[in-house]
Each structure stands twice: as C-alpha cells, then as structure tokens.
C-alpha cells in the first residue's frame, strides 16, 4: 500500500483548489445576472492583455454570467485623426466632433475596434456580435451641452462640442435575445439622435447608461489604474455616493476620475447593484474581483454591507 504522505497533492494544487472553493458563493450568488463591462485604456492596445480579457469574458458567460462588453477607442481616434491631418480640441475630456471627425470616430470605434474585440472573444472560444447604439435604435443620444470659463469677459461661455451625445433611451430588447441565445454583445460608443445624426459617446457613460437599463448587477470601468487612491496612495476599496463627494470635495478624487466615479453613482441610483473601477492592466483583474473576498479595485454601492 502507497504511504499516505505520497498521496498528499503539491501546495500549488491545493491553492488552486482553494481558490474554486473561494469562488463558489460568488458562482451561486451571480448565476444568471448581468455584468456591463467598459473595456478601454491602455489594455486594449496590448495583444496579450485583451487575450486575457477576451478569456475571462468567455469564463463569465460559461458560469452563468451575461457579460455586456462597451469598449472606447480614444487613443485610436486620436491615431487616425493624426494620421488624416484632422486636429483635435478637448473640453472636459470630450473631443470637440464635426461631421468628419464624427464620421472617423465610427469607422474607428463600430469598425475596426469593436471586430477586433469580436475576433479576440471567438479565439477565446465565446460567440460575440458586435454593435453600436444605431442598431435596432439600442441607444438614441442627444447633444451634449458644456461651457467654459472666458477669461477675458469673465463669464462662463457656451461650446458646441459638435456630434457629442449622451445616452437619452437605451432599448435592451436587443441585448436581451442576444444574452439569452448565448451570444456575447459587444458595444461601440455611437448613437444616433431624434435629429437623425451620428454622436459619439463616451465610453463610460455609455457603459453605464447600458448598465442602467439592464439592471446589471455589476458595472465595471476597466481603466488605467487600481482605483481611488487616498492621499497616502492606499486603495480605497469600497465608497458610498456620499463618500465620493466628500472625496471629490477635499481633492481625493480628482481629473479624470471625476467622471468615471460620476459614472458610477449614477449607474447605482439607475439601479445597478454596485459599481467598480479597476486596473485593466492587471491580468484576470475582474475575476479576481469578482470571485475572491478581497476583491481588485474600488467599489462603489448604494449603502455599506451588512455585517
């Protein structure tokens, strides 16, 4: 007989087995919801973190998950513009579009960008469609106001930022079939307005306008850094509405993660469980996330948990 010690498995394998374990109330307690997941950053330019993604995204949807996946494009935009001669203007982030820089923005972001997450996600072994808020009428947007400060007038002074929507109606009808017959949707940021013109979206709003609609139960901002920092650099990993404002207030939250935790507030008061910005750059980040108990990012939820 085979002494006992022999048949003990290595440390590795017992980590591993542990870590299915970890995961299983997380499997039973998500089966069946909706994740909505934007997809951006420096990630999706990198051929082996959007292997990665494209997998766990497969992963999510063979466990029982329905993932959304809304993706950006900014950086590409920007490379395209660049490359046609096309100059562009920021205001609050948001890139000032005319009708050519709106009709580049398309082609870059229902083209080539979003079959290329289709292609990743069917390598992985997942079935996706790809779509932008025009098909089936998913997402109708309508113009984004802004101002800015005049300095010589000192007044604030309306900017036309062109074709920049934001979601006004988000019909899930088409997200729904698509989910319920297995398939991955895969959403780029455009829509179309009452007006019968193209607007480009942003990515995050986009995605939470999505998530909103869907009653997700997680709306995840994959981005460019582990999350809310505090003022010693320390993650804060879980924030309340109140919270944020308290932390935009005193400049804890500041640049471009004011938008992103706006986001997420108004993604929670539309109805999503909870909200989390985590690092994209990070491999198996949502799962880890997801299926573990100390979680990957900063997530934000209506009010604290419950001891």
Not at 195 to 216: E, K
Not at 234 to 261: H, Y
Request: charged share 20%.
């Amino acid at each position: 007989m085979t002494p006992l010690p022999d048949l003990l498995p290595e440390p590795a394998m017992l980590a591993k087995a542990e870590t299915l374990t970890e995961a299983l109330p997380y499997l039973q307690r998500y089966a069946g919801s909706t994740f909505v997941i934007k997809y951006g950053g420096h990630a999706m330019g990198d051929p082996e973190l959007a292997k990665s993604f494209a997998s766990d995204i497969v992963l999510l949807k063979m466990v029982g998950i329905n993932p959304v996946v809304v993706h950006g494009g900014g950086p590409q935009i920007g490379q395209m513009l660049k490359r046609l001669g096309v100059e562009s203007r920021f205001v609050d982030g948001l890139r000032v579009t005319d009708a050519e820089t709106a009709h580049i923005a398309e082609m870059v972001l229902a083209g080539s960008i979003n079959k290329e997450i289709v292609g990743w996600i069917g390598q992985a072994g997942g079935r996706a469609v790809g779509l932008s808020g025009k098909d089936a009428r998913m997402v109708i947007a309508e113009k984004v106001s802004r101002s800015e400060p005049d300095k010589h007038q000192g007044i604030e002074r309306h900017v036309d930022l062109g074709f920049v929507g934001e979601p006004k109606h988000v019909d899930r009808s088409i997200l729904d079939q698509l989910s319920a017959s297995g398939v991955i949707p895969v959403v780029a940021p455009i829509a179309i307005g009452e007006d019968g013109h193209t607007y480009n979206i942003n990515a995050d709003t986009m995605a939470g306008a999505i998530a909103a609609a869907l009653g997700a139960a997680r709306l995840f901002l994959l981005t460019d850094v582990a999350g809310v920092l505090d003022k010693d650099k320390n993650l804060l990993s879980d924030l309340v509405p109140a919270d944020v404002e308290r932390l935009k207030a005193d400049g804890t939250i500041s640049g471009g993660m004011i938008p992103k935790m706006e986001t997420c507030v108004t993604a929670i008061e539309g109805g999503v469980d909870a909200a989390v910005i985590l690092d994209g750059r990070i491999r198996h980040a949502m799962l880890l996330e997801i299926f573990t108990r100390q979680g990957a990012g900063t997530l934000v939820r209506a009010a604290p948990p419950q001891d």
